[in-house]
């Protein structure tokens, strides 16, 4: 079955720019959505963005200045960029799957990463 | 821009028993409400889309109901692994979910 798995790299230092991927397996990105949520420490959830197969984006209006979504077909993964972090950017970073954009029917593990110097 | 409050925060149940949790909108969403449960340590996981429709794999104590601006998620009978976080989410102009409600172990 589908599995979505996060990568990056834990901490980062504010004011850079937070990379992660999401890779996708057992299945075909194509044809949905994958979008990222996150959810800082004993908070609750936030909808980053999403990426159709195609290239077409959305954001979250909050972070749309900071965030850039790229998708890699070839790859079967997709990437978030998150620019000019600081310490409320510190988050648990989940990536998902929605076919429909009404709900996330696949998510990924998830992956904290900690803004600090 | 809408919003999606959860009531209670907190849910205090031994099992066996019924749980009912709320999910109201601030504005009409017609049925466009899903439901996850969250453990701790774990991703979200889908219980319910559309306000009724049980996600795949998801047990029949789960049931979910409602439309227009107020909604419920209903657990008929309270398992050991149902102790959780659960969050109501829906799509307006984005996505965007309830604070959430915690069912605890009275």
């Known amino acids: 079955q589908v599995q979505l798995q996060e990568s990056g790299p834990g901490l980062v230092k504010p004011s850079e720019t937070l990379s992660l991927t999401c890779i996708v397996s057992?299945?075909?990105?194509?044809?949905?959505?994958w979008t990222w949520i996150r959810q800082p420490p004993g908070k609750g959830l936030e909808w980053i963005g999403y990426?159709?197969?195609?290239?077409?984006?959305n954001y979250n209006p909050s972070l749309k200045s900071r965030v850039t979504i790229s998708i890699d077909t070839s790859k079967n993964q997709f990437s978030l960029k998150l620019s000019s972090v600081t310490a409320a950017d510190t988050a648990v970073y989940y990536c998902?799957?929605?076919?429909?954009?009404?709900?996330?029917?696949?998510w990924g593990r998830g992956t904290l990463i900690t803004v600090s110097s | 821009e809408i919003v999606l409050t959860q009531s209670p925060a907190t849910l205090s149940l031994s099992p066996g028993e019924r749980a009912t949790l709320s999910c109201r909108a601030s504005?009409?969403?017609?049925?466009?409400l899903a439901w996850y449960q969250q453990k701790p340590g774990q991703a979200p996981r889908l219980l319910i889309y559309?306000?009724?429709n049980r996600a795949t794999g998801i047990p029949a104590r789960f049931s979910g109901t409602g439309s227009g601006t107020d909604f419920t998620l209903t657990i008929s009978s309270l398992e050991p692994e149902d102790f959780a976080v659960y969050y109501c989410?829906?799509?307006?102009?984005?996505?965007?979910f309830g604070g959430g409600t915690k069912v605890e172990i009275k």
């Open positions: 990426i159709f197969y195609s290239g077409s984006t």
């Open positions: 989410q829906h799509r307006s102009n984005w996505p965007l």
């Open positions: 998902a799957r929605t076919k429909t954009l009404r709900y996330f029917d696949l």
């Open positions: 504005q009409s969403i017609s049925i466009y």
């Open positions: 559309d306000a009724s």
């Open positions: 057992g299945g075909s990105i194509n044809n949905d959505y």
